[in-house]
């Protein structure tokens, strides 16, 4: 029998979002990432930043005024209670339905919620049952 493995590595570098409503999409976000368990970064009066994702306003220095297009982000999850909790609190904070918890069909034990955050874009929270890592997180030195 073939064994299912995913492999995750460091493809992205970063993601910067540019977005019209900065402090409906600051809502929003810091609910999401609290039900993830994931600690914001740091904000500022224009920008907002969580690991390697930066959501601005219009008026920050680093997006020169340009508005993103509707784009997919997906966050991972550490259990299924997780993923409902994000949907929960994205709901609660100026998010809408583009897909309530449950299993999906692109691997057994998909089970992910999508949401529109106010800005457009489709958001993910997806657990992708159990499984071993190895290793948490990657740290770069410079």
């Given at each position: 029998?073939?064994?299912?493995?995913?492999?995750?590595?460091?493809?992205?570098?970063?993601?910067?979002?540019?977005?019209?409503?900065?402090?409906?999409?600051?809502?929003?976000?810091?609910?999401?990432?609290?039900?993830?368990?994931?600690?914001?970064?740091?904000?500022?009066e224009d920008d907002l930043w969580v690991d390697e994702l930066f959501i601005s306003s219009l008026d920050s220095a680093a997006v020169q005024g340009r508005p993103t297009g509707r784009h997919h982000l997906a966050f991972q999850a550490a259990s299924r209670a997780m993923v409902d909790e994000f949907y929960s609190a994205g709901m609660a904070n100026g998010g809408s339905d583009n897909g309530p918890p449950g299993e999906r069909a692109y691997h057994p034990g998909y089970y992910a919620a999508f949401l529109i955050d106010p800005a457009g874009n489709n958001i993910e929270a997806v657990y992708h049952g159990e499984a071993n890592r190895s290793a948490a997180s990657v740290t770069i030195t410079f």
């Open positions: 029998m073939q064994k299912n493995e995913l492999h995750r590595g460091r493809l992205i570098d970063h993601i910067g979002l540019a977005v019209e409503d900065f402090p409906a999409c600051r809502r929003f976000y810091e609910a999401v990432f609290g039900a993830l368990n994931i600690p914001i970064g740091g904000s500022s």
